[in-house]
């Protein structure tokens, strides 16, 4: 069955540290999201992608936050310049045209400290 | 904004038993999804089940089930013949239009031996 594939599983950064995490949508999938989840908390949604442009983001994603689909199959958020309150599970999903049944990632555990 | 609301944050079962969790949403839509999504503690999201507002049958996945009852906005899933395996978060969550995926705070499922 196809995956959403997420790397790394674990990502430990010191706070200010840009990082970019990494996610491979399935391949005729149009549409890509990130959601964050704070350990404990529910998952939110963080930012959605579709014909190569953001098509809606939350109040989450700031400035520090971007999006890119460099190369036609990777997906990737980066974060500029990381908090303390970053620390969270990144799960990238995706989904074809028309069907809303999304397919989410293992997740990148993000750690800044 | 779309709301979901799930009222019980712990719930705990002996194995084999029957279990339902609950959901509620708030949408002034017609058209919509509903979804259960299943989170071990490896953290990956997993769809359970989803079910369409368009279709008056309930969805059914093998043990899971939902009771769908639109009028009232509930979205109640049901877990026959529990297993430890289904030890997990369980989220709700609901989509309509192209818009982004609403999540519930979740329920936590215990399944006793």
């Known amino acids: 069955e196809p995956e959403v594939t997420q790397t790394p599983s674990h990502q430990v950064t010191q706070m200010g540290q840009e990082v970019i995490l990494r996610c491979v949508p399935i391949?005729?999938?149009?549409?890509f999201y990130w959601y964050r989840q704070i350990l404990g908390q529910k998952v939110e949604f963080l930012v959605s992608?579709?014909?190569?442009?953001?098509?809606?983001k939350s109040e989450i994603f700031d400035d520090q936050f971007s999006v890119e689909r460099p190369d036609g199959s990777n997906f990737t958020l980066k974060i500029r310049s990381t908090k303390l309150e970053d620390s969270a599970m990144y799960f990238c999903?995706?989904?074809?045209?028309?069907?809303?049944?999304?397919?989410f990632g293992s997740g990148t555990r993000l750690t800044v400290v | 904004a779309q709301t979901v609301t799930q009222s019980q944050p712990e719930m705990s079962v002996q194995e084999a038993e029957t279990v339902t969790l609950s959901c509620t949403y708030d949408?002034?839509?017609?058209?919509?999804?509903l979804f259960w999504y299943k989170q071990p503690p490896s953290r990956q999201m997993i769809l359970v089940i989803r079910q369409e507002a368009y279709k008056q049958q309930n969805a059914t996945e093998n043990r899971f089930s939902v009771n769908f009852q639109k009028a009232a906005k509930s979205f109640s899933l049901k877990i026959s013949d529990s297993q430890l395996g289904d030890t997990a978060m369980y989220f709700c969550a609901f989509i309509e239009g192209a818009q982004k995926l609403v999540f519930g705070q979740g329920t936590r499922l215990t399944i006793n031996p």
């Open positions: 999903a995706s989904r074809e045209d028309g069907n809303y049944g999304y397919t």
């Open positions: 391949s005729n999938h149009l549409y």
């Open positions: 949408t002034s839509e017609s058209n919509y999804y």
């Open positions: 992608f579709y014909n190569n442009e953001i098509s809606e």
